[in-house]
């Protein structure tokens, strides 16, 4: 296994454990079938760019086998993004970022990516991935500037008919909380939402009467720059979670999903923020 490799897992009222597949559709005024919903392009719909508000990354190491069976230490980039979707009324799909490191020659140190299924506007949208560190020979590897830019002709644009406001109020974090263990670093929260919300958003697995949502882990340090961030987690609100709440006696409020990340080897940071977002 990876020396960085970050193991995810997400415990619930609930077991849930989903890949990003599939479409569903659900009743009501707003199209939440992706597949289906009509969809533009910028030029067709004047949209704003996506725009980076803040990234940031980190050096760490990875190990990888060499020919005779033997652990290699690898150079490696942890890094991390927030981005912003400017144009109210629109949820951007397939946004591909490209993520690029450059020594003070200018030259190219490392190259990575991250695509965001879904950018909906009103809210920030965390990201953030792991890329080696593989110049050509000779290339001077210290790192004097960091990019991310979002790669526009290919996204396409859904029209949603939810307000920024209505975004922004779907999901709740509390008891957010940080701490190192033998099993790496451990970051667990409680998640709350209007199941309701489940019918307005484009949802990716096949399940109705569900709210979807993903979270990301952004970690800064004391002046607020990036650091590093953890695997995008998978966060469910559905029907039968609010029925076994309810059977055992819970209050009529939205049931509590306990989410649980690790990341192994995570670097020092001084302050972390979990970003949940609609849709996986």
Not at 21 to 29: D, E, I, K, Q, T
Not at 67 to 93: L, R, S, W
Not at 97 to 113: D, P, Q, R
Not at 248 to 268: D, K, Y
Request: charged content about 15%; hydrophobic content about 40%.
């Amino acid at each position: 296994m990876k020396a960085i490799s970050k193991v995810v897992a997400v415990l619930a009222v609930s077991a849930l454990a989903f890949g990003m597949f599939g479409c569903s559709s659900n009743s009501g005024s707003v199209n939440t079938n992706a597949d289906e919903a009509q969809t533009y392009t910028s030029e067709e719909i004047g949209a704003s760019d996506i725009t980076v508000e803040k990234s940031g990354y980190s050096s760490v190491e990875q190990t990888t086998i060499d020919a005779d069976g033997n652990e290699v230490p690898v150079p490696a980039i942890d890094f991390a993004f927030i981005v912003k979707n400017n144009n109210t009324g629109y949820v951007a799909q397939n946004v591909p970022f490209n993520v690029n490191g450059y020594n003070a020659n200018g030259e190219i140190v490392f190259s990575g990516g991250a695509t965001c299924m879904y950018v909906y506007p009103g809210i920030d949208t965390a990201v953030s991935g792991t890329t080696t560190i593989a110049p050509a020979e000779g290339i001077d590897t210290n790192i004097t500037e960091f990019t991310v830019e979002p790669l526009m002709s290919t996204v396409e644009w859904l029209k949603t008919g939810l307000s920024d406001a209505e975004i922004a109020g779907m999901f709740t974090v509390d008891n957010a909380t940080a701490e190192r263990t033998e099993t790496g670093l451990n970051i667990n929260a409680t998640v709350t939402g209007d199941i309701a919300d489940g019918d307005k958003i484009f949802k990716v697995a096949d399940l109705e009467n569900t709210l979807e949502g993903h979270c990301v882990a952004i970690f800064t340090d004391e002046s607020g720059n990036i650091l590093f961030g953890s695997d995008s987690t998978n966060v469910l609100i559905d029907q039968t979670t609010i029925d076994s709440v309810q059977a055992a006696g819970g209050e009529e409020a939205a049931p509590l999903n306990n989410v649980s990340i690790t990341i192994q080897n995570a670097p020092e940071y001084a302050d972390f923020q979990l970003y949940v977002m609609p849709g996986l």
